[in-house]
């Protein structure tokens, strides 16, 4: 009924296998792919199963093009459902067991995240507004007094993240989806490397489908922010926004104005 995919690159195989454990426990799951980007070939699993299948890519393919070689097999094997999940998520089964039901009880659902924290019980402010080149290069660049209240915005702050919210940019930390939607949607789209696939994919989704942050089920999530402590990183983020607006436009998308105007009005 449903299989998980990891992207992983030098990854801590430890904590690969330890979340693996956790996922393979729910009697539900089909299949785990551990997608290896790295530049040598993994030779001794940390765990081995049945229903783990290693696949190493010679090169780096970047993060939504691995996970495609994932989602394509769990289209060929007609499995319902589809989680893109990093190693550094720490979640338990009776939380995935709760998110898995209202996906299977909620058709309409095509993308599914729940309430992400940091280990210190912070919560991550995940769900988001589609962006403006503002909203992207401006938190990164312009003072924070300048681009506060946006961001809040952007963030959708107001909400409370206490309630079923359907967002048009859901994180790609944690993607419960509806393998259907998926297909519609044509999968990640493999001109970005890496960072706006997420928000690419959710979007495509919300067309057909609503996509939904889920508050009832928490996991936590190591988050590195890599872009903000890798030069190599923050190009990479660069570049692959740049094709983004390049792909949806820089300050004319009718579809952003459209999506963001209708969340805004329902949650903030």
């Known amino acids: 009924m449903l299989n998980v995919s990891f992207v992983l690159y030098q990854p801590n195989w430890k904590q690969v296998a330890d979340l693996t454990e956790v996922i393979l426990q729910l009697d539900k799951v089909n299949h785990v792919y551990w997608i290896d980007n790295s530049p040598l070939e993994q030779y001794q699993l940390p765990l081995q199963s049945s229903k783990i299948t290693y696949h190493h890519n010679a090169d780096n393919l970047g993060y939504g093009t691995a996970h495609n070689i994932a989602i394509r097999e769990s289209i060929y094997d007609d499995v319902p459902y589809h989680l893109v999940v990093n190693s550094d998520i720490v979640l338990t089964a009776e939380a995935l067991e709760t998110m898995l039901t209202f996906m299977i009880q909620h058709s309409e659902v095509g993308s599914l995240m729940p309430k992400v924290v940091y280990p210190n019980g912070q919560l991550q402010y995940l769900c988001k507004l589609l962006p403006t080149p503002i909203d992207v290069f401006g938190r990164r660049f312009l003072p924070k007094r300048l681009i506060?209240?946006?961001n809040q915005t952007y963030e959708m702050r107001a909400s409370g993240y206490d309630k079923l919210m359907n967002v048009p940019y859901l994180s790609g930390c944690f993607m419960l989806l509806r393998t259907k939607a998926v297909q519609q949607a044509k999968l990640f789209d493999e001109r970005f490397f890496m960072y706006p696939?997420?928000?690419?994919?959710?979007?495509r989704i919300h067309r057909n489908y609503l996509t939904i942050y889920f508050p009832h089920a928490t996991i936590i999530h190591n988050h590195e922010k890599a872009s903000y402590k890798s030069l190599k990183m923050l190009w990479i983020h660069a570049v692959n926004m740049c094709k983004y607006f390049n792909k949806?436009?820089?300050?004319?998308?009718?579809?952003?104005?459209?999506?963001?105007?209708?969340?805004?009005?329902?949650y903030l």
Do not use: P, V, Y
């Open 148 to 150: 506060n209240r946006r």
């Open 197 to 203: 696939e997420d928000m690419d994919l959710t979007r």
């Open 248 to 266: 949806w436009g820089w300050f004319c998308d009718k579809e952003r104005d459209l999506f963001n105007e209708t969340a805004i009005k329902e």
